[in-house]
């Protein structure tokens, strides 16, 4: 069997383009997120999703706890934010004072102003590697407004 490298498999993964997203949880009154580029829409009836979380991280563990988690998917103008949950920007503080949001019917936040939002059920979870695979159900879903973020080639882009 051939080895590929971290480095070599990031590379090639690089060139696929995908939506950016925060998954969010919540732990009593405190609020978890992280951003992430692996959303994939699994099921119509009933309606589902999956998405790869760090196997470390504390939104995961959130996740685990609570079963539930939201999806906020970022728009343009919200790189930032997106910066902001994958560590690269100042920290966000346990109740997200510094960040529109808005509670979902499951008392998640949901980032205000997003592309589409999802809440979700969380249903199973798969270990794969050093990421969990969690897929939830969908109880609720909104399309917002403005260009999705994607990331491409390790950089933001949009549509236009």
Do not use: K
């Amino acid at each position: 069997a051939r080895h590929v490298s971290s480095e070599q498999f990031r590379d090639a993964m690089a060139r696929l383009p995908a939506g950016v997203v925060v998954v969010s949880a919540r732990v009593g009154d405190e609020f978890r997120g992280l951003t992430a580029s692996s959303l994939v829409s699994i099921s119509l009836e009933p309606p589902m999703v999956l998405v790869g979380l760090e196997r470390e991280s504390a939104t995961r563990a959130a996740i685990l706890e609570t079963r539930a988690f939201n999806v906020s998917l970022l728009t343009r103008s919200q790189e930032f934010i997106a910066d902001r949950f994958a560590g690269r920007a100042p920290a966000i503080d346990p109740h997200w004072m510094t960040l529109p949001h808005r509670l979902g019917t499951n008392g998640i936040p949901l980032i205000e102003d997003c592309a589409a939002s999802l809440e979700c059920r969380l249903l199973q979870v798969h270990p794969a590697g050093d990421h969990d695979i969690c897929v939830g159900e969908v109880q609720a879903a909104a399309a917002g407004r403005g260009e999705p973020l994607i990331l491409w080639d390790r950089s933001f882009w949009t549509l236009h």
